[in-house]
């Protein structure tokens, strides 16, 4: 029997692909471009398991068959270089970052390459590299030097509202800006210092410095995102965080909310993954009011998108950080508030939006005015407000809302019913559009008619207006880390200054330590000099993960401009990505912030695109198959699967490595660790079994399964074909290596088609047969078909059936194998490229002509149609398609196999429906 190499083929054609570029893709092309895109990956030191490669052999599938299919394709691989995991690692060793992830990525490169994946190498980039930050940096400043414009609905250059400044004040400006922005005229701008001005154009910019109550890790001495903290420590490390005010870089991305709301509408993304989007920019309809506060001057602002229940409104809710706290808070609770308050500070805001059976809260001894009763109701404090949702304070209607039920409730506060009701479950029935609400002067109007005439009245009051809101907030842009982009700001008499263009990339500096100072400030105040030649300190956070990820997708276009950082005619060509595969836990990070810069880029007219990503695939997970040995308890003797229950026993988690098909390698196994040097077995007919389940893939249950193994065990191709055929793309599945020498096997019998049992090359040049031709056409339609809805899984299945289809027939015909060989190399490029070379191909299979099907191939002469008896399927038979159905139901009804079932007895009917069923009613 023929063998195949495969070893020492798959080396040789990714040597052959990278010495002849045969990736690389050029930027002009008369054929129709088609841009495929992988989530970046994070070079960590671990290097790739089986679950990661998942996205990128689907990807790479693609991409292989559109350049089959006439496209010329981008398909770009990179690294999102810098994090906090090697900051970390530079803490614990000295070693510098860029050391750590420079060795990382080289792992990576080789681990991915060994799959044999069709990237543009030469377009590679790193977001810590300093020739690709110095571009962040770049669209940094643009975003510090532009504003919002709300009647045109599109960012501007900040010059353009200093003109409007000093000729009209900002009388006519409708921006997006600061809350508390006040009103100047030209005059008044004019008569500013420069500070003052400095300090107004903050409260415009889309890149603005403001006091912000952030997640605080003194352990990391940094800012941690919410993704970052878990049940109030950092996911890292598990070290305590803390909420605190602190001055943060902020991103005006709330600018762009209705945008980035309309825009999921026109993009062929995944619905859960839009719904999650549409949730977290949450967009509310309604109105903001004021309720003065008994013997003070300040008011509280609430929002609501219900104002025709505001005679239901028994008290208000203040969030614990709002300032308002320490200056109503009477003397008698002051005490009791400070130690809520320190509380509720350390808890994720995540936690608290979360957590809806906990019922916490405190009064602040405190009384508002009810705008339109006049009566006095009580001011709280809970930590299920918010103080950067909405005004962070919310008028409490416990007959309409639950959580505003649960808390009144729970603390024994007045519950006055809506449309006479005091339960809640009937309170939210009268709260339908189209019922008549008992609110005051809004008696008999439904919800949207009270809506529209309270918000009227309060505007007409001076009270509130009619708002927009959304649960979206600015996003923080800074991280108190070394392992960063470096902002090009530095400071002057405390205000913040862009570096000229002329002066990027500001490279990180060389530091004593990666730690905060004993100061407490961050690591790069430890820099021996951090500040411009006139001596203002530059600024020490650094930009968070996310900046370089948010605008990389257009460097690939164009990775090698030193002027821009894509060019026009290079983004103008590839326009933007045509298929993103990537995980959805990036929904409400990553992918949005994304879709933010690229509209604020598609504003300032340096790209042509505001939406960077046409179809997106959220690949599923692969679960680890963990592996179980039993252990007798009190002894170092392990029992067999099959016999486990016989004793007293403990499971154990094992390396899945030393199991092979469920079977432990016992000998291995001892070798594992030193502890089980002396492990004695009981087994069963010589076989050590395992049991196993299915968990995520992690270290500690030893389940992670390295891709260079089974590359080592079975090749690249087989890793590939299998890792597709698991099941769909978008589902999670488990990893389970039993299943791997089944594809293993079929490319052997691939091989074997065109080989001899002397492993000798023997094609005909004869013509096929109709029965082959039948064969191979139906599996080119199947996987074209297949791969244009992303069923890959499907695919596999199909050549699987098409090999043993045609070795049963012994096809070895050039016409059938070379059509074979095209559409297969998709998914098994090595074997594919060597049997291309063998058929008599002087140039790579990546170059040849995607088969076309010829339908007069397909048509079928007959059909095996399943004949059930009452319903239960008894038996197949093969009919003619334009067999008449009376010629049918009396073959069926003759039929030794039929009359068995009806039992002498008559047919009441027989229903035949054409080429599908044939069912007999007796």
Known sequence: MAIYQFKETEAKWRKYWADNEIYKTSNTSKKPKFYALDMFPYPSGAGLHVGHPLGYIASDIVSRFKRLKGYNVLHPMGFDSFGLPAEQYAIQTGQHPAVTTANN????????????FSFDWSREVQTSDPSFYKWTQWIFMQLFNSWYDNDLDKARPINDLLDHFSVHGNSGINAVCDEDTPEFTAAEWKAFSGNEQGKMLLKYRLAYLADMVVNWCPALGTVLSNDEVKDGFSERGGHPVERKKMMQWMMRITAYAERLLNGLDVVDWPEPLKEMQRNWIGRSEGAELDFNLKGHDEKIRVFTTRIDTIYGVTFLVLAPES???????????????????????????????????????????????????????????ADYVLAGYGTGAVMAVPAGDQRDYDFAKHFSLPIIPINDSADISEAADATK???????????????LEAMKKGIEEVEKRGIGVGKINFRMRDAIFTRQRYWGEPLPVYFKDGLPYLLGEDQLPLVLPEVDKYLPTEEGEPPLARAASWETSEGFPYEQSTMPGWAGSSWYFFRYMDAHNNDRFVGKEAQEYWDSVDLYIGGSEHATGHLLYSRFWTKFLFDMGLVTVDEPFKKLINQGMIQGRSNLVYRIKESDTFVTYQRRHEYDTIPMHVDVNIVHNDELDMEAFKKWRPELANAEFIPENDKFMCGHEVEKMSKSKYNVVNPDDIIERYGADTLRMYEMFLGPLEQSKPWNTNGIDGVFKFLRKLWNLFHDDADQFVVSDAQPTEAEQKIIHRTIKKAQEDIERYSFNTSVSEFMICVNELTSLKCNKREVLEKLVIILAPYAPHIAEELWHRLGHTTTVNDAEYPAYDEKFLKEDSYEYPVSVNGKMRAKMLFPVDMPTDQIQAEVLASEAIQKWLEGKSPRKVIIVPNKIVNVVV
């Open 105 to 116: 990525i080289e792992r990576y490169k080789e681990q991915l390459q060994q799959l044999g």
């Open 323 to 381: 300032d308002l706290v320490e200056q109503i808070t009477t003397v008698e609770q002051k005490e009791i508030v400070a130690s809520y308050v320190e509380q509720a500070k350390n808890r994720s805001e995540r936690e608290r939006m979360m957590d809806v059976k906990t019922v916490t809260g405190v009064f602040t001894g405190a009384y508002a005015i009810h705008p339109f009763s006049g009566e006095e109701i009580p001011v709280w404090i």
């Open 433 to 447: 559009e189209g019922t008549v609400i008992n609110s005051g002067f809004l008696n008999g109007l439904s919800p």
